[in-house]
T-cell receptor
Framework: QQPVQSPQAVILREGEDAVINCSSS?????VHWYRQKHGEAPVFLMI?????EQKGHEKISASFNEKKQQSSLYLTASQLSYSGTYFC????????????FGSGTQLTVLP | DAGVTQSPTHLIKTRGQHVTLRCSPI?????VSWYQQVLGQGPQFIFQ???????GRGNFPDRFSARQFPNYSSELNVNALLLGDSALYLC????????????FGPGTRLLVL
């Protein structure tokens, strides 16, 4: 039931764009995106709900394809502060109320 | 407003001992979830409590238990500690049980020797 994230790692230069993907084999109720820096707790970025509602940061965008059970996180004009590990967490429709996280995508932004 | 708080920040125990971790949610939040994060992996769901009732349980042994108090704070208890229980234990607070943003606390880093 763990969602699959891709890529596992990506290295960018400042100002470049990146896309991180998250896919599930189960029908999803919501997708949550977090960024975690080394030694710190995950920080909330974005939540996408079934039906199209989105809540999150203005500078980060994401999409949720309900038919394919896939979500993508778009990081544009990346900054050094974007470096960290990005996790998607999924809530499955009709299942126990839990957030299941993927294995993460390590993003490194170089000057 | 204060965020999610957890105590203690670090803990060292030996195998077979018992541990209690504590979490205070964001004011007004009624749901607390517990996660275990092993180095290099994503957080793994342990429990969710909403309005003092268990609403979800992950694939963890019965050595793990939790409860939520009337003020919505929560405790996670782990009995008969194993070396494999060494991890970062995260508490997340949300307004409701489903489809709500979960805000993580700083975590408790547990080392079992």
């Amino acid at each position: 039931q763990q969602p699959v994230q891709s890529p596992q790692a990506v290295i960018l230069r400042e100002g470049e764009d990146a896309v991180i993907n998250c896919s599930s084999s189960k029908a999803l109720y919501s997708v949550h995106w977090y960024r975690q820096k080394h030694g710190e707790a995950p920080v909330f970025l974005m939540i996408l709900l079934k039906g199209g509602e989105q809540k999150g940061h203005e500078k980060i965008s994401a999409s949720f394809n309900e038919k394919k059970q896939q979500s993508s996180l778009y990081l544009t004009a990346s900054q050094l502060s974007y470096s960290g590990t990005y996790f998607c967490g999924t809530e499955i429709t009709g299942s126990a109320r839990q957030l299941t996280f993927g294995s993460g995508t390590q993003l490194t932004v170089l000057p | 407003d204060a965020g999610v708080t957890q105590s203690p920040t670090h803990l060292i125990k030996t195998r077979g001992q018992h541990v209690t971790l504590r979490c205070s949610p964001i004011s007004g939040h009624k749901s607390v979830s517990w996660y275990q994060q092993v180095l290099g992996q994503g957080p793994q769901f342990i429990f969710q409590y909403y309005e003092k009732e268990e609403r979800g349980r992950g694939n963890f042994p019965d050595r793990f238990s939790a409860r939520q108090f009337p003020n919505y704070s929560s405790e996670l208890n782990v009995n008969a500690l194993l070396l494999g229980d060494s991890a970062l234990y995260l508490c997340a607070s949300s307004a409701g049980p489903l489809g709500e943003t979960q805000y993580f606390g700083p975590g408790t880093r547990l080392l079992v020797l």
